[in-house]
């Protein structure tokens, strides 16, 4: 019992002087680099380890407690952890929904590619990690600004059935009537400019993989169970 409270004060400990240090806008994780550009998401996913984990990942303080970060944060950023070894990917992911910030999204993607082109950066893909709502958040069709800047986007759909969508990813009240098929056709537009757009699901949700898998395709996208993380 002693032994328990001592390892769950150091651990209380350890989440304070984590809280104190500067959330990260970039943090690296299995040789890829994550761009953390937002803790808002249009949805409340019952499987979101933003709560579970009090804002921590891998070790990293996510919490941005609202100071988003500018390009310009972000990109220094990049290069400046792109030292510190080679990176696989440059993710746009994060304890919150990239999309949201899609002119910095945009003009982070597209200052790194002009680098690669130039020869300034090492040509390294970009990848989105999205849940797929952008189209109806911002009223028009973005797939056409992402497909110039990004190699690949994962949208993470959990579910071929509305119903089950809702009660999975738990969307804005905003987004509930037209959210699902919303995504659906932001899959099928980017699948039509891009060759890799892959859909994915949580496993262990009890969610149908067939189902799901013959939608993404159907869509013409790839397909992908992702783990759940507890
Ligand atoms: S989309 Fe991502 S950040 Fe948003 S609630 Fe779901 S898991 Fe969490």
Do not use: H
């Not at 209380?12 to 808002?40: C, G, H, P, S």
């Not at 945009?106 to 999205?130: F, H, Q």
């Amino acid at each position: 019992m002693w032994i328990v409270s001592v390892s769950a004060i150091a651990g209380q400990q350890w989440y304070n002087n984590l809280m104190r240090e500067k959330a990260k806008i970039v943090y690296r994780f299995k040789d890829n680099l994550y761009i953390n550009l937002t803790n808002r998401c249009p949805n409340a996913c019952s499987f979101c380890i933003k709560s579970k984990f009090s804002m921590v990942f891998e070790g990293y303080n996510l919490n941005l407690e609202g100071k988003e970060p500018s390009a310009e944060e972000v990109l220094a950023e990049i290069r400046r952890q792109s030292q510190e070894g080679p990176v696989g990917q440059i993710v746009f992911c994060g304890y919150g929904e990239p999309t949201m910030r899609l002119a910095v999204l945009l003009e982070v993607a597209s200052v790194l590619k002009e680098d690669m082109a130039l020869g300034k950066y090492p040509k390294t893909p970009i990848r989105l990690n999205t849940l797929g709502l952008g189209n109806l958040v911002y009223g028009r069709d973005i797939t056409g600004d992402l497909a110039k800047v990004l190699d690949s986007v994962s949208i993470s759909i959990n579910s071929p059935k509305r119903e089950q969508w809702l009660e999975v990813v738990r969307p804005q009240p905003q987004y509930r009537e037209r959210g699902y098929e919303s995504v659906l056709e932001f899959i099928r537009l980017l699948a039509l400019k891009m060759q890799d757009v892959t859909v994915t699901i949580v496993d262990r949700l009890g969610i149908d993989v067939e189902e799901t898998e013959k939608l993404a395709r159907s869509l013409g996208a790839k397909f992908r169970v992702r783990e759940f993380i507890a």
